[in-house]
């Protein structure tokens, strides 16, 4: 691997060192094992979902359960396995019963979701349900425009609705089984974004330089 990748691995292990200990929000008292995400460090898509459910706590892997099997169906819709994909979560420990993060939750974590971001510099990020569009497009609305690229910040982000929400509302199974097949040419649509993906590589080369300080 390169130095650049290296550096990205780095990070994301050491955020991986401080989220299992992370005491910044109330959802450190829920957690079994915190979820800070996988898949490789120079991943080209990201997909980013709300926070760790009770399989994910069990296991500290993100997405292994039920939501976490039709997500790799879908992956698997495009020829495409999670093994070349980054998998994240906008919270990194699982809230009680599941429910929703909280706005101080979310932004306590959003830290450690934007290092990761700047580590990987992934072109795509696909976000997976409101809370992680929300992180992206804070006025957006789900039902408007899942499915939609948007340049953010020279990214090509793409909301989707959650896979654990299509599994339990048949209506949204379809929506985002045609969402996903329209993924390879947004991608592809990715590559027109050369500059504002270099600006980004520049900004980690200038992290790396400020490190050696
Ligand atoms: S959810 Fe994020 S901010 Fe909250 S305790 Fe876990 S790692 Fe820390």
């Given at each position: 691997m390169n130095p650049e990748g290296n550096l990205a691995q780095d990070t994301l292990k050491e955020v991986a060192k401080e989220v299992a200990v992370c005491?910044?929000?109330?959802?450190h008292h829920s957690r079994k094992l915190a979820v800070p995400g996988e898949g490789p460090?120079?991943?080209?898509i990201m997909f980013i979902g709300e926070g760790p459910g009770f399989h994910e706590n069990e296991q500290?892997?993100?997405?292994?359960?039920a939501a976490g099997k039709f997500l790799e169906e879908l992956l698997a819709s495009i020829?495409?396995?999670?093994?070349q994909v980054y998998i994240g979560n906008v919270v990194k420990c699982r809230p009680p019963s599941n429910r929703d993060p909280l706005p101080e939750e979310l932004l306590a974590c959003s830290g450690y979701l934007e290092r990761q971001i700047q580590a990987i510099n992934p072109r795509v990020i696909v976000t997976l349900g409101r809370y992680s569009m929300a992180h992206f497009?804070?006025?957006?609305k789900i039902s408007d425009v899942h499915g939609q690229s948007m340049n953010v910040k020279g990214r090509l982000v793409i909301p989707m609705y959650h896979p654990a929400a299509a599994l339990h509302q048949q209506s949204l199974k379809s929506t985002i089984q045609q969402d996903f097949l329209r993924l390879p040419e947004l991608i592809a649509k990715?590559?027109?974004?050369?500059e504002q993906v270099e600006a980004a590589t520049q900004e980690k080369k200038d992290a790396k330089q400020l490190s050696l300080f």
């Open positions: 005491t910044r929000c109330a959802l460090a120079d991943a080209a500290g892997r993100p997405f292994v359960g020829s495409m396995k999670r093994s497009l804070p006025n957006a990715s590559a027109s974004l050369p």
